[in-house]
C-alpha cells in the first residue's frame, strides 16, 4: 500500500484526538461519565463480604464487596467507572490515582473495604456542569498526551499539586510532585505546559 | 489476590485483639503490604485496619523529644513545622522517598516495617532465604546491582533496608513503642531492625501480635544543621544506591559532634558511629571527611555487581559534610 492512501500515523491520531475530545467536551460525554448509581443494599451478603458505602463524585453507591476487592477495581468493574486506568497494579505508574478525602493516592494499592464513608473523586468527577476543568482543558490544548492511557492519573496527580501550597510552583518542583505519574509516551514536556498554564487559569478564576 | 479476613479496629485494644489471630497482619497505607500480598510474597489470613486508631498525632515532649504516632503518614510528617526546623535531615529523607501519591498513603510504621525490593524475594520464585528459609539466596551469585548491601550482609540474604525515613532516624536517634498482648514496651531504634545473619527472615524486633504505636525522636542536637542526600539512578522516585542522613555541630571550624547514618548499603539502616568518632574535634576539610568515609565503609564486603556502592557511599558522606559545613571552607 502507498502512503498516499494511508493517513499518517501522526494525522491519523490527531483527527482522532481531536474529534474524541471534542465529543470528551460535550455534555453528552459528561452525562454518560457519571455512573448509575449502584444499590446493594437489597442483596444478601455472600460470605466474606461487607457492604460498604462510597461518596464517588458526590454520589453515594452502597455495594457488596469481598474484603480483597481492591478500590479501583470496584470503581471500574461495579461502579463502570473506567476512567481511572490500571497500569502497574503495584503502586509504580500512578495511572490509577484518584483523590481520597481530597488526598490524590494510589487506588490500587487501596482496599475497597478501607474506605467504607470515604469521599472519592475520580476523573470523571472533575468536570462541573458539561465545563471541563481547567487541568483537562489545558490538557487538550497542550496536547499533554499521545495513547491517553497515562492521563487521567496525570491531571488528578495535577489537581492536587495545583491545590497544594506546600508544593512549589516552579518546573522542577512540578516534575518531582508529578514523578509518581509514569507516561510511557513521553509526553512529559506537554503534560508540564500543560499544569503550568492550568495554574495561571486557576489563578485567575479565583 | 488470595482472600483474608478483614477487621477493621477503631481503638488499640480492639486492634491487638483482632490480632491475636494466626497470621494476621495490620494494614496500614497499604504501599507495601497489599503490593505483596499480590504478588502472594505475603500471605495473610487476616487483615486488621489499623486506619482509623487515633495514632496520628505529632507532639513534642517537655524534654523536647517528639512522638510521632504510628498512622502519621509520611506526607504530613515531612511536611511538620516543628519537624521542617528541628529535624531537617528527616523531612529530606522522606520526600526523597517514593512519589507524592505514596507517601500520602505510606505511614510512619509501615515505612518501619517495609520489606525489601530484592527481586528475588518479590518474584515468588527463585530462591529466597527471607521469603523461604533455607531455599537459599539467589541474589549472591545473581543480579545484585541496585537494592544489594555492602555492609552487615551475610551467607544467607543481602538486601538492603530500602527505607530513607529509617536512615534519618537512625542519625537521629530514636525509640519504637510498640504495644502489644503482654504490655507496652521501647525499642531503641538502632536494635529495632535485625542483620540477617542466619535467620533472614527475621527482620525486626517485633514480637508477633504486637502493634508499633509510636516512635519517639531524640531531641534535636542543639546548634546543630543536618541534611539527607540519596544517590540513586535517576533524579526523582527511585531507591537509594546510597544515601546519607548526617547532623553535624561545628565549634568554629571544626567538627564538635557528627552523626552519620547510611542507606542504600546496608542490610538496616546503617549508623555509621566509628565514622562519627573520626570526625570528633576534626578540622572541616575535605580530608577529614574522606577520612572519616574511608572508617565507614572499612567493612564493607563487595558482591558481583555492586563493588561501586563503596566509592558511591563514600561521596554521599565527603559531599553531604562539604555541603552541611560549605560555610567554613
Ligand atoms: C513504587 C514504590 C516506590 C517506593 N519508593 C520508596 C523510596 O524511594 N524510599 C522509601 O523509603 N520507601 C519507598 N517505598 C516504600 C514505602 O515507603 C512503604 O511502602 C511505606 O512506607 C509503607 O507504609 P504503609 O503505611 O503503606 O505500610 P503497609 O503496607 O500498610 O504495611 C507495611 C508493613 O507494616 C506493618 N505495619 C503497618 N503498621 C503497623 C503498626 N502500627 N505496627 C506494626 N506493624 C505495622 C504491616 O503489617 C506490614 O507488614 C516505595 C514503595 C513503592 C510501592
Ligand atoms: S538477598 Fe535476601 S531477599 Fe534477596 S534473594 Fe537473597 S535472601 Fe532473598
Ligand atoms: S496502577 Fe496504581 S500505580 Fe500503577
Ligand atoms: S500518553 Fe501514553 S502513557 Fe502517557
Redesign the interface.
Same mark, same amino acid.
Given at each position: 500500500m502507498s502512503d498516499s492512501i494511508l493517513p499518517g500515523r501522526r494525522t491519523f491520531l490527531k483527527s482522532v484526538g481531536v474529534s474524541s475530545l471534542a465529543v470528551a467536551a460535550a455534555p453528552a460525554w459528561v452525562q454518560a461519565a457519571q455512573a448509575v448509581r449502584v444499590d446493594d443494599s437489597e442483596q444478601p451478603l455472600k460470605p466474606?463480604e461487607?457492604r460498604i458505602n462510597l461518596k464517588v463524585n458526590g454520589q453515594t453507591h452502597t455495594v457488596n464487596v469481598?474484603?480483597?476487592a481492591?478500590l479501583l477495581d470496584v470503581l471500574r468493574d461495579r461502579l463502570q467507572l473506567t476512567g481511572t486506568k490500571k497500569g502497574c497494579?503495584?503502586?509504580q505508574c500512578?495511572a490509577c490515582?484518584l483523590h481520597v478525602n481530597g488526598?490524590?493516592?494510589?487506588s490500587c494499592?487501596?482496599?475497597a473495604?478501607?474506605h467504607?464513608g470515604d469521599e472519592i473523586t475520580t476523573i470523571e468527577g472533575l468536570e462541573k456542569d458539561g465545563t471541563l476543568h481547567p487541568v483537562q482543558e489545558a490538557f487538550w490544548e497542550h496536547d499533554a498526551y499521545q495513547c491517553g492511557y497515562c492521563t487521567s492519573g496525570q491531571i488528578m496527580?495535577a489537581v492536587?499539586?495545583i491545590n497544594d501550597p506546600?508544593?512549589g510552583t516552579d518546573d522542577a518542583s512540578v516534575?518531582?510532585?508529578?514523578?509518581?505519574?509514569i507516561c510511557r509516551c513521553g509526553a512529559y514536556k506537554n503534560i508540564l505546559s500543560a499544569v503550568q498554564s492550568a495554574r495561571e487559569k486557576m489563578k485567575g478564576a479565583s | 489476590?488470595?482472600?483474608?479476613?478483614?477487621d $477493621?479496629a477503631t481503638d488499640t485494644e480492639q486492634a491487638l485483639k483482632a490480632a491475636g489471630a494466626e497470621q494476621a497482619m495490620f494494614?496500614a497505607?497499604?504501599?507495601t503490604l497489599? #503490593?505483596l500480598v $499480590?504478588?502472594d510474597v505475603m500471605q495473610p489470613e487476616r487483615?486488621v #485496619?489499623v486506619?482509623r486508631l487515633p495514632l496520628n498525632k505529632i507532639e513534642t515532649l517537655s524534654d523536647g523529644r517528639v512522638r510521632i504516632g504510628a498512622l502519621v503518614t509520611n506526607t504530613t510528617l515531612a511536611?511538620d513545622e516543628h519537624i521542617v526546623e528541628h529535624y531537617p535531615v528527616l523531612s529530606q529523607a522522606l520526600l526523597s522517598g517514593?512519589?507524592?501519591?505514596?507517601r500520602? $498513603?505510606a505511614t510512619t510504621a509501615g515505612n518501619v516495617m517495609q520489606r525489601v525490593r530484592c527481586h528475588y524475594f518479590r518474584d515468588n520464585v527463585s530462591p529466597c532465604n527471607k521469603r523461604e528459609p533455607g531455599s537459599g539466596c539467589s541474589a549472591i551469585e545473581g543480579d545484585n546491582r541496585s537494592v544489594h548491601a555492602v555492609l552487615g550482609t551475610s551467607e544467607h540474604c543481602i538486601a538492603t533496608h530500602p527505607s530513607d525515613m529509617c536512615v534519618a532516624m537512625a542519625a537521629i536517634g530514636a525509640t519504637v513503642q510498640v504495644q502489644g498482648p503482654k504490655g507496652e514496651r521501647e525499642i531503641d531504634f538502632l536494635d529495632y531492625h535485625l542483620l540477617p545473619g542466619d535467620t533472614p527472615e527475621r527482620e525486626h524486633a517485633l514480637q508477633p501480635g504486637e502493634l508499633i504505636t509510636h516512635i519517639v525522636l531524640a531531641a534535636p542536637l542543639a546548634d546543630s544543621r543536618s541534611a539527607y542526600l540519596k544517590l540513586r539512578d535517576r533524579a526523582?522516585?527511585q531507591f537509594a544506591l546510597a544515601s546519607s542522613a548526617i547532623i553535624v555541630r561545628l565549634q568554629g571550624d571544626r567538627i564538635a559532634e557528627a552523626r552519620i547514618a547510611l542507606g542504600g548499603v546496608g542490610t538496616k539502616p546503617w549508623r555509621a558511629t566509628e565514622a562519627e568518632q573520626a570526625l570528633r574535634g576534626q578540622p572541616a576539610t575535605e580530608d577529614s571527611f574522606r577520612r572519616a568515609a574511608d572508617v565507614a565503609m572499612q567493612g564493607a564486603k563487595p558482591y558481583r555487581q555492586n563493588a561501586y556502592k563503596i566509592p558511591l557511599a563514600k561521596q554521599a558522606i565527603v559531599r553531604n559534610l562539604q555541603t552541611l559545613t560549605g560555610a567554613v571552607a
Open positions: 466474606g461487607q469481598p474484603a480483597n481492591v497494579d503495584h503502586g500512578g490515582t488526598v490524590a493516592v494510589n494499592l487501596s482496599l473495604v478501607s467504607d496527580s492536587a499539586i506546600a508544593i516534575r518531582e510532585a508529578m514523578s509518581g505519574n | 489476590m488470595r482472600t483474608f479476613q478483614f $477493621k494494614l497505607g497499604g504501599t497489599l #503490593d $499480590k504478588l487483615l #485496619d486506619n511536611r517514593a512519589t507524592t501519591q505514596l500520602n $498513603k526523582s522516585y
